[in-house]
T-cell receptor, first 111, second 114 residues
Framework: DAGVTQSPTHLIKTRGQQVTLRCSPK?????VSWYQQALGQGPQFIFQ???????QRGNFPDRFSGHQFPNYSSELNVNALLLGDSALYLC??????????FGPGTRLTVL | AQKVTQAQTEISVVEKEDVTLDCVYE???????LFWYKQPPSGELVFLIR??????QNEISGRYSWNFQKSTSSFNFTITASQVVDSAVYFC???????????FGGGTRVLVKP
């Protein structure tokens, strides 16, 4: 049984570019949450998707958007990248409001 | 809003010593869960333990134990007889049942020296 997978593992972008990160949830899970973890800090909640809709959102600007597909996989999009967007982006999946299982993360570097 | 505070930023011990990590949280909720996660250098968050707000019984699971005191809003975690493989960043997290999101503390880096 595959756990939560994320792609790519690492990514380097320049300021102003756009990026798309992908997440496949654990088998049987229908909810995907995204977190941003800056260096030396704890993860911060970005948003959560359930039934292909954004159910909750943290304190992040509209440059951060997402999508959930019918197969429950999800994408995180960030537009107009800033240096401060450099971080580890973690995806977590759950069955509804159950326990969240985390993926290995995507490390984004913005130059 | 919920808040989780881990006052210790880094702890260094010698192998076989015990390590206790402190966690204090703030909430007005009555129903919630508390977690401890381990994050090794690879970056993936590894689930360690979970307690719900109605269960203050402290337990031991292998080399891990925890002390949940609702009266002081604390959820401390102890690693007994530490090993080099325990070296990682440890996060305490609060889960609001109604909000369905995790709020993390800033993390405590544990370094276990041989």
């Amino acid at each position: 049984d595959a756990g939560v997978t994320q792609s790519p593992t690492h990514l380097i972008k320049t300021r102003g570019q756009q990026v798309t990160l992908r997440c496949s949830p654990k088998s049987g899970h229908d909810t995907v949450s995204w977190y941003q973890q800056a260096l030396g800090q704890g993860p911060q909640f970005i948003f959560q998707y359930y039934e292909e809709e954004e159910r909750q959102r943290g304190n992040f600007p509209d440059r951060f958007s997402g999508h959930q597909f019918p197969n429950y996989s999800s994408e995180l999009n960030v537009n107009a990248l800033l240096l401060g967007d450099s971080a580890l982006y973690l995806c977590a999946s759950s069955l509804g409001e159950g326990e969240q299982f985390f993926g290995p993360g995507t490390r984004l570097t913005v130059l | 809003a919920q808040k989780v505070t881990q006052a210790q930023t880094e702890i260094s011990v010698v192998e076989k010593e015990d390590v206790t990590l402190d966690c204090v949280y703030e909430t007005r909720d009555t129903t919630y869960y508390l977690f401890w996660y381990k994050q090794p250098p690879s970056g993936e968050l590894v689930f360690l333990i979970r307690r719900n707000s109605f269960d203050e019984q402290n337990e031991i699971s292998g080399r891990y134990s925890w002390n949940f005191q609702k009266s002081t809003s604390s959820f401390n975690f102890t690693i007994t007889a530490s090993q080099v493989v325990d070296s990682a960043v440890y996060f305490c997290a609060f889960f609001q049942a109604a909000g369905n999101k995790l709020t993390f503390g800033g993390g405590t880096r544990v370094l276990v020296k041989p």
